[in-house]
């Protein structure tokens, strides 16, 4: 934890929310002061820690979260204002015969694309100048060609410091129209290359597997250390690595045709995310209106802005809500990508570079997510209620998910705000499924109203009664593992409908939530239930059966929607095989 943050918890002494110096506590009274206080009690020491010292900075108060934004528009300026790092690196072009031996200048380096549907273009181009290490010698370094393919290259120079600029500023002006010194206002020209914003920050890509790093760590600055066996079990430790596997995340970018050689794990900035989500807003309006004379041309610049890898094919044109909502998905997964890279970006340095003791990488990253995990075990009823929901609620004969593991969830902060609908009696479990990518994000920040519009039912937090719904929308690893989330959710007074309405951004007056009613639904007199902090939660058991409420409907399978962020709380993660 931060110094600050140490010295703002240490502050917070007296009044109603005074609790006694909880980094003295052993783990057994951390979990009785949280309960004590209504906060979760499930996690590592250090999770427990965080979780009352987090508590007694804001006051003991229940802290008022902002709503996500409802638009594309809304979303591109929220990544706006994320702030950037300051101090950069950057990298010679490993195609470069110089790479091994020579440093960028300065900032003198850039990527640039364009695409051009209606010609069939799709490339790049790169700018750098390089200046060899331990002498004066600099070189223009360009690379150009299709996305997805190396390209061809020139290696110009060695020549002095200003003649090697000019070249490098007239190269940047010939592709783009812009100036170099002027490209902090960079304006796209039609026809001409595109300047794409990447994050590149003081630390070397890491993209060390969990041996390498604690090699890593043992040798750091010559001096002998220990890093510690994990705390976490055995199944704990192997949802970490795959939650933050640098492989799956660069796969799942693959599936979605990203060209991760532009676009490289940590590197697209929050600002080239937010200008693709303007183009996608755009294309919004453009077919709203159903007006398609621009879509050619505003698919190509999204694709400029946010490069895509389609080999030698013609990149399609974003000319329908379907396609337009697959970007815009995409861009959601590729910002909760990016979340999961700066968590350990921002790792703390350790307290203690002295320290000759160094806490696991695994334990590091399970911090970073501020998250209680508990394992379930199979042989508890909690297991065996959620084993029998699964069982009735798959399909059998497609993707047929078999559960790994279990785990209990406790997110930081997510109970004090979900307590805001204690008065909402109407609770069930129910399903959501999502990208392996975005897993970490969701249990550090967790379930967000979608920021664009498309849904059937509006802009909600969608959730299943059967988990062959939720199952569709799970993103697995090369493995076919995938995560799905079983969460708490307060219906209160439902409104009912059988026709989609996706203009929907809030319950209508009157109900606290919308269910779009299928033709089926699990057999509701098979219904269990689950006593959660003291609420009686409703859990399907049995099989889908035809409802005669949704016998006309247009929903095949029930989806229950929630437009508030802490009308929810996820209370299970499940680790799944699923089939091919």
């Given at each position: 934890?931060?110094?600050?943050?140490?010295?703002?918890?240490?502050?917070?002494?007296?009044?109603?929310?005074?609790?006694?110096?909880?980094?003295?506590?052993?783990?057994?009274?951390?979990?009785?002061?949280?309960?004590?206080?209504?906060?979760?009690?499930?996690?590592?020491?250090?999770?427990?820690?965080?979780?009352l010292q987090d508590h007694a900075g804001a006051g003991g108060k229940k802290v008022k979260t902002e709503d996500a934004p409802t638009t594309a528009k809304a979303a591109a300026e929220t990544?706006?204002?994320?702030?950037?790092?300051?101090?950069?690196?950057?990298?010679?072009?490993?195609?470069?015969?110089?790479?091994?031996?020579?440093?960028?200048?300065?900032?003198?380096?850039?990527?640039?694309?364009?695409?051009?549907?209606?010609?069939?273009?799709?490339?790049?181009?790169?700018?750098?100048?390089?200046?060899?290490?331990?002498?004066?010698?600099?070189?223009?370094?360009?690379?150009?060609?299709?996305?997805?393919?190396?390209?061809?290259?020139?290696?110009?120079?060695?020549?002095?410091?200003?003649?090697?600029?000019?070249?490098?500023?007239?190269?940047?002006?010939?592709?783009?129209?812009?100036?170099?010194?002027?490209?902090?206002?960079?304006?796209?020209?039609?026809?001409?290359?595109?300047?794409?914003?990447?994050?590149?920050?003081?630390?070397?890509?890491?993209?060390?597997?969990?041996?390498?790093?604690?090699?890593?760590?043992?040798?750091?600055?010559?001096?002998?250390?220990?890093?510690?066996?994990?705390?976490?079990?055995?199944?704990?430790?192997?949802?970490?690595?795959?939650?933050?596997?640098?492989?799956?995340?660069?796969?799942?970018?693959?599936?979605?045709?990203?060209?991760?050689?532009?676009?490289?794990?940590?590197?697209?900035?929050?600002?080239?995310?937010?200008?693709?989500?303007?183009?996608?807003?755009?294309?919004?309006?453009?077919?709203?209106?159903?007006?398609?004379?621009?879509?050619?041309?505003?698919?190509?610049?999204?694709?400029?802005?946010?490069?895509?890898?389609?080999?030698?094919?013609?990149?399609?044109?974003?000319?329908?809500?379907?396609?337009?909502?697959?970007?815009?998905?995409?861009?959601?997964?590729?910002?909760?990508?990016?979340?999961?890279?700066?968590?350990?970006?921002?790792?703390?340095?350790?307290?203690?570079?002295?320290?000759?003791?160094?806490?696991?990488?695994?334990?590091?990253?399970?911090?970073?997510?501020?998250?209680?995990?508990?394992?379930?075990?199979?042989?508890?009823?909690?297991?065996?209620?959620?084993?029998?929901?699964?069982?009735?609620?798959?399909?059998?004969?497609?993707?047929?998910?078999?559960?790994?593991?279990?785990?209990?969830?406790?997110?930081?902060?997510?109970?004090?705000?979900?307590?805001?609908?204690?008065?909402?009696?109407?609770?069930?479990?129910?399903?959501?499924?999502?990208?392996?990518?975005?897993?970490?994000?969701?249990?550090?920040?967790?379930?967000?109203?979608?920021?664009?519009?498309?849904?059937?039912?509006?802009?909600?937090?969608?959730?299943?009664?059967?988990?062959?719904?939720?199952?569709?929308?799970?993103?697995?690893?090369?493995?076919?593992?995938?995560?799905?989330?079983?969460?708490?959710?307060?219906?209160?007074?439902?409104?009912?409908?059988?026709?989609d309405d996706s203009s929907l951004t809030k319950a209508p007056a009157g109900f606290d939530s919308v269910v779009a009613v299928g033709r089926r639904e699990p057999d509701p007199k098979k219904?269990?239930?689950?006593?959660?902090?003291?609420?009686?939660?409703?859990?399907?058991?049995?099989?889908?059966?035809?409802?005669?409420?949704?016998?006309?409907?247009?929903?095949?399978?029930?989806?229950?929607?929630?437009?508030?962020?802490?009308?929810?709380?996820?209370?299970?993660?499940?680790?799944?095989?699923?089939?091919?």
């Amino acid at each position: 934890m931060p110094r600050a943050a140490k010295r703002k918890a240490a502050a917070t002494k007296g009044g109603d929310c005074a609790i006694p110096d909880p980094s003295k506590m052993t783990a057994a009274q951390l979990k009785q002061e949280c309960t004590k206080l209504g906060l979760g009690t499930a996690g590592t020491k250090a999770v427990l820690l965080k979780r009352l010292q987090d508590h007694a900075g804001a006051g003991g108060k229940k802290v008022k979260t902002e709503d996500a934004p409802t638009t594309a528009k809304a979303a591109a300026e929220t990544l706006k204002k994320a702030a950037s790092p300051t101090k950069k690196v950057y990298k010679v072009d490993s195609y470069c015969p110089l790479s091994g031996s020579a440093e960028v200048h300065d900032d003198y380096d850039c990527m640039l694309n364009q695409t051009n549907i209606g010609h069939n273009n799709n490339k790049y181009y790169v700018i750098q100048l390089i200046r060899t290490s331990g002498a004066s010698r600099y070189y223009v370094w360009n690379r150009w060609g299709r996305v997805g393919e190396p390209g061809q290259n020139a290696l110009k120079g060695p020549w002095d410091i200003e003649t090697a600029k000019k070249d490098f500023e007239k190269k940047f002006k010939d592709k783009t129209k812009n100036d170099w010194s002027k490209r902090g206002s960079f304006a796209p020209v039609s026809g001409k290359y595109t300047l794409l914003e990447m994050d590149t920050d003081d630390t070397e890509e890491d993209e060390q597997d969990t041996a390498e790093k604690i090699a890593r760590l043992d040798e750091l600055d010559g001096v002998v250390r220990k890093v510690l066996p994990s705390s976490l079990n055995s199944p704990t430790q192997s949802l970490m690595k795959l939650i933050f596997d640098n492989d799956m995340f660069k796969e799942q970018m693959a599936k979605m045709e990203i060209d991760v050689r532009k676009m490289p794990l940590g590197k697209l900035s929050k600002a080239q995310i937010a200008k693709g989500f303007e183009v996608l807003d755009e294309i919004e309006e453009e077919l709203k209106m159903s007006r398609t004379s621009r879509l050619t041309e505003l698919s190509s610049r999204f694709y400029t802005v946010i490069p895509h890898d389609f080999g030698r094919r013609v990149p399609p044109v974003i000319n329908d809500q379907e396609k337009l909502r697959k970007k815009m998905d995409m861009l959601l997964v590729l910002g909760d990508i990016e979340i999961a890279q700066a968590m350990q970006k921002d790792k703390d340095k350790d307290d203690g570079s002295e320290a000759t003791d160094i806490k696991h990488p695994l334990d590091v990253n399970y911090d970073l997510l501020n998250c209680g995990l508990e394992l379930v075990k199979p042989s508890s009823e909690e297991f065996k209620v959620i084993e029998k929901y699964t069982e009735a609620t798959k399909y059998s004969g497609w993707r047929d998910p078999k559960i790994l593991n279990v785990w209990k969830v406790d997110r930081g902060g997510e109970g004090d705000r979900f307590k805001e609908h204690d008065s909402l009696e109407n609770r069930k479990l129910l399903w959501h499924g999502t990208n392996v990518a975005v897993v970490a994000a969701i249990l550090k920040t967790g379930l967000r109203i979608m920021p664009h519009s498309g849904g059937r039912v509006g802009r909600g937090i969608y959730f299943a009664s059967e988990n062959s719904k939720s199952a569709a929308y799970v993103g697995c690893a090369s493995d076919n593992v995938g995560i799905m989330f079983l969460n708490e959710v307060a219906l209160g007074k439902e409104k009912r409908i059988t026709r989609d309405d996706s203009s929907l951004t809030k319950a209508p007056a009157g109900f606290d939530s919308v269910v779009a009613v299928g033709r089926r639904e699990p057999d509701p007199k098979k219904n269990t239930s689950m006593k959660l902090e003291g609420k009686t939660v409703v859990v399907p058991q049995g099989q889908p059966i035809n409802q005669k409420e949704g016998q006309s409907s247009s929903f095949s399978q029930t989806e229950y929607l929630v437009y508030k962020e802490n009308q929810c709380r996820i209370r299970y993660l499940l680790k799944m095989k699923f089939g091919s």
